[in-house]
């Protein structure tokens, strides 16, 4: 009992540890600290420990030291975690892909840093943490036993609804590498006026920056469009299983804020929080959205349901 309790804290601190990494990489790229630490790694700047620190040094540094933390984390959470449930049949497979993941994550960095890459590489990094941070927090529900106390075993989901979260969850992994592409190019300000380009004029982009812009916002727009079709039919459909119904609603809530911070992203000209905000955002609707991947697994199927 008592070791349950200890893993449960140390899952949280690994969860908290990946969405730190997620949002310290995005700060890395929209701050462009991303050379702070020169052509060096795993040391910065010829040295274990930079003696002098600039701005992009703190960031750049601070980066990597937290990714390396957290690292051990998962590394200790992924064994503990299959030595404590290996008998839950998703376990050993969340173990792995949580650290693949984040090592496949640190290794583009350390390519980048070393060698340099393509913007539609680089776009591919935030993307690759996001599924570290999705599987350390599947397994941490996991060890909550959070699908337990849903009854997921007793859901029944119908073949319409599996095959939209399925859909939903797939694109929306087109949306975060859309949203990179568009931080990796510099292409945050190639549109100045939202939802359209210029002046509120319907045009069709005339460069590569503005298709890719314009390209994130068609994307986003679609997955909001979605995602409230889909919570409407959970509404209607699945009043009797809350997760599903309330599961659906928190998803479109996500997404509607999601949208709202993307607008005053733009309008802002690029305001540092608000772009935060929008990374920490669609992290935390990418893991809801895994979390109900999770759920459709462990369902019964029902074809009677809609």
Known sequence: MQQSKYLKWFAVAATIGMLLILLGGALVTKTESGMGCGRHWPGCNGQLIPDKITTEVLIEFSHRVVTGSVGFLILILSVWSWKVMGHIRETKFLAVMAMFFLILQALIGAAQVLWGQGDFILA???????????????????????????????????????????????????VVYTGALVRHTDSGLICPDWPLCNNDQFSLPSNMYEWVQMGHRTAAALIFIWIAFIAWHAVKNYKDQRVLYYGWITAFIIVSLQVISGMVVVLTKLNLYFALVHSLLISLLFGLLCYMILLLSRSRSNKTQK
């Open 124 to 174: 591919l990094h935030f993307g690759i943490s996001l599924l570290s941070f999705a599987s350390v927090l599947l397994l941490t529900l996991l060890i909550f036993e959070v699908d337990r106390k849903f009854d997921a075993d007793k859901l029944r989901i119908g073949s319409k609804l599996k095959w939209h979260t399925v859909g939903v969850t797939l694109y929306s992994y087109i």
